[in-house]
């Protein structure tokens, strides 16, 4: 199952779960449709709790993010999958600093 977007970006989104895909494919579009590069994005729900790992693989290479269940709001997916593209995320700093 995938979607793609139409122009000269191309961004597919795919997973083994179609109620999950359909949840985030619009945050997801929505995220990386600014940005100069095709995207393939597989989400896929892991581990007991209902995490879910939204893998994001592009020319450049691949970043994993990893979503709790209560963290699946449309709005803070597409922010941190926009944030970690275009690397303005930054981590919290350590406790030691």
Known sequence: MSTWTCGP????VF???????????????QALSGARCSYAVRVDSVGPMGEVLVSITGSQGRIPLL???????????????QHAVDGSWTAPPSRGA
């Open 9 to 12: 970006k191309l961004i597919e």
């Open 67 to 81: 979503f709790g269940r209560e963290q699946l709001a449309a709005a803070h997916v597409s922010s941190v999958v």
């Open 15 to 29: 997973g083994d779960s179609a109620e999950l895909v359909d949840r985030l494919r619009e945050p997801l579009l």
